[in-house]
């Protein structure tokens, strides 16, 4: 979905640990990259990262928007699955836009409503089970606020963007076990960040404990499998 053609300079909002800003540069020779995060570690693992290859490759910490990326100084912005709350994923958003310079393209990809039900039922028998009505509320809310592809549209045009084009890639990830899904980097370093922002909770150790041993208890003969509707939107800066 990138536009063809020769280098860019790309800010990536929510890079993580930089993937995939080496790869992009590659295919791209002469691209400049510029990643920021809030996360200091995968940051940090980022930098170690690209000082492995000869590239234009940046990295910063970043844990509020605006960040201090310069205002209409690249031509394309990226986000990647960005662990926020509703309310933050307008500001997110908000920062592309202001970011890219006059017809520069950005390129979100996030899970629309429909992922992940398997662990949203898992969390809403753990409220059941466990007498927990407020946060079987709050898993009901973060389920209704994950965006549809129409809703996704709406907010990016919402924040300023134009020319909107949204793909829905369906899929589904297959883990062995309960442990394998916990150790998993999706779930650890994406999955787990995104159920914390969207129940605006910062300790979920026992509903996620519960989760493992159910996928161990119900899925004892078979893999357990995870349903993802990925949207992959592409639009522009007027």
């Known amino acids: ?62 844990t509020t928007f605006p960040t201090e990326l310069p205002s ?6 990226l986000t990647l699955h960005p662990t926020v709350s509703p309310r933050q994923r307008v500001l997110l958003l908000r920062e592309l836009q202001r970011v890219l310079y006059p017809g520069g393209q950005a390129l979100v990809a996030l899970p629309l409503r ?23 509320k709050r898993v009901e809310a973060a389920v209704d606020a994950r965006p549809s592809l129409e809703s996704l549209e709406e907010e990016l045009e919402a924040a300023g963007l134009e020319d909107v084009d949204i793909e ?4 589904q990830l297959a883990f062995d076990s309960g442990r394998a899904f916990a150790e998993d980097p999706v779930t650890r370093l994406m999955l787990v960040p995104e159920l914390e922002a969207e129940l605006e909770l910062e300790q979920l150790s026992a509903p996620l404990r519960y989760v493992y041993d159910a996928i161990d208890r119900y899925w004892s003969e078979a893999r357990f499998e995870l ?7 592409s639009a522009r800066r007027p």
């Open 1 to 62: 979905m990138v536009l063809a053609g020769g280098p860019i300079r790309l800010a990536h909002i929510g890079c993580r640990t930089g993937y995939p800003d080496r790869q992009l540069v590659t295919l791209r020779p002469g691209s400049e990259v510029v990643g920021v995060d809030a996360n200091e570690p995968a940051i940090e693992l980022a930098r170690n990262k690209a000082r492995a290859q000869d590239a234009e490759l940046e990295y910063q910490v970043a």
């Open 114 to 136: 429909g992922s992940f039900i398997e662990i949203d039922d898992l969390l809403r028998e753990y409220a059941l089970k466990h007498d927990q009505g407020d946060f079987g």
């Open 168 to 171: 829905v890639r369906q899929t």
């Open 227 to 233: 349903t993802l509707n990925i949207g992959c939107a």
């Open 72 to 77: 209409g100084a690249f031509s394309h912005c």
